[in-house]
T-cell receptor, first 113, second 111 residues
Framework: DTAVSQTPKYLVTQMGNDKSIKCEQN?????MYWYKQDSKKFLKIMFS???????INETVPNRFSPKSPDKAHLNLHINSLELGDSAVYFC????????????FGQGTRLTVV | SQQGEEDPQALSIQEGENATMNCSYK?????LQWYRQNSGRGLVHLIL?????REKHSGRLRVTLDTSKKSSSLLITASRAADTASYFC???????????FGQGTELSVKP
């Protein structure tokens, strides 16, 4: 029973394409996040949602659009993919928005060629 | 902006030895958390220490927090080969759950 699951695990696509990464959590958590990990393993938050409401929107290009159809799902859609978007994207969730541990998915390794 | 700086960036030890990793941060925090990441995997939460706590233990892990120096350390005692992973500190500054991660320490434990 995977707590936070994201699909796909690997995604290889050409520049200019549009792609989506899906995330689901079965922990009953209120808050979900997207983090990006670059090639140097540096992790940075992109977005967070609390009960379907956007809470955190870091300085991320408009080509990235999160969507939360319900509090158990947070998807990430990326338009017009660029080489620099290549990274590992992690979905995470926490019980509340802060002061508690986060549970991470296995990551989606996106490679733009 | 990057919050945490971790030291060392890489650490190689023998099984049975202790491993100490340090983390420094810049702004005030609610809590500080440590995560482990095995190669090609997601992050796993290890321990959370709140700003009013100084030390916390969990099994072979010991975490200290010095808010006056804005620093924390993670000690893994009696290390095992299975402890080989990257270890990250992350600060929670009461910004809606936003975690700001350090660069991580790559720990290699040789059998």
């Amino acid at each position: 029973d995977t707590a936070v699951s994201q699909t796909p695990k690997y995604l290889v696509t050409q520049m200019g394409n549009d792609k989506s990464i899906k995330c689901e959590q079965n922990l009953g958590h209120d808050t979900m996040y997207w983090y990006k990990q670059d090639s140097k393993k540096f992790l940075k938050i992109m977005f967070s949602y609390n009960n379907k409401e956007l809470i955190i929107n870091e300085t991320v290009p408009n080509r990235f659009s999160p969507k939360s159809p319900d509090k158990a799902h947070l998807n990430l859609h990326i338009n017009s993919l660029e080489l620099g978007d290549s990274a590992v994207y992690f979905c995470a969730s926490s019980l509340t928005g802060g002061d508690t541990e986060a549970f991470f998915g296995q990551g989606t390794r996106l490679t733009v060629v | 902006s990057q919050q945490g700086e971790e030291d060392p960036q890489a650490l190689s030890i023998q099984e049975g030895e202790n491993a100490t990793m340090n983390c420094s941060y810049k702004t005030s925090i609610n809590n500080l958390q440590w995560y482990r990441q095995n190669s090609g995997r997601g992050l796993v939460h290890l321990i959370l220490i709140r700003s009013n706590e100084r030390e916390k233990h969990s099994g072979r892990l010991r975490v200290t927090l010095d808010t006056s120096k804005k620093s924390s350390s993670l000690l893994i005692t009696a290390s095992r080969a299975a402890d080989t992973a990257s270890y990250f500190c992350a600060t929670d500054g009461n910004q809606g759950g936003k975690l700001i991660f350090g660069q991580g320490t790559e720990l290699s434990v040789k059998p």
